[in-house]
């Protein structure tokens, strides 16, 4: 949760005042992926991460409630650690069902 507060609340407003809403939702994503890629993500990993947080700035941009951002990317962040723990723990069942 904190990369919603860091790019949505300082990244993108920020760059909203300088540039408009495209370009700073652009920039935001562009940064955004830069720092997780850094962290983690490889292949294709990346694209869907930018894919990602364009459509967090989009979904801010037409709500302006940072609520829903953060009820998508903990959406997304369910199903990431689902799949984590299952690639390296086939044995460990997380999918509760």
């Given at each position: 949760?904190?990369?919603?507060?860091?790019?949505?609340?300082v990244c993108y407003a920020v760059l909203r005042q300088l540039f408009g809403a495209r370009t700073a939702n652009l920039a935001q994503?562009?940064?955004?992926?830069t720092v997780l890629?850094?962290?983690a993500f490889r292949g294709?990993?990346?694209?869907f991460v930018f894919l990602f947080a364009?459509?967090?700035?989009?979904?801010?941009e037409r709500s302006r409630v940072l609520l829903w951002v953060l009820a998508a990317h903990l959406i997304v962040d369910y199903f990431l650690f689902q799949a984590v723990v299952s690639a390296h723990y086939p044995d460990f069942s997380v999918w509760w069902h």
């Amino acid at each position: 949760m904190w990369d919603e507060l860091f790019f949505i609340n300082v990244c993108y407003a920020v760059l909203r005042q300088l540039f408009g809403a495209r370009t700073a939702n652009l920039a935001q994503a562009v940064i955004y992926t830069t720092v997780l890629w850094t962290m983690a993500f490889r292949g294709f990993g990346p694209v869907f991460v930018f894919l990602f947080a364009l459509t967090q700035g989009v979904m801010y941009e037409r709500s302006r409630v940072l609520l829903w951002v953060l009820a998508a990317h903990l959406i997304v962040d369910y199903f990431l650690f689902q799949a984590v723990v299952s690639a390296h723990y086939p044995d460990f069942s997380v999918w509760w069902h």
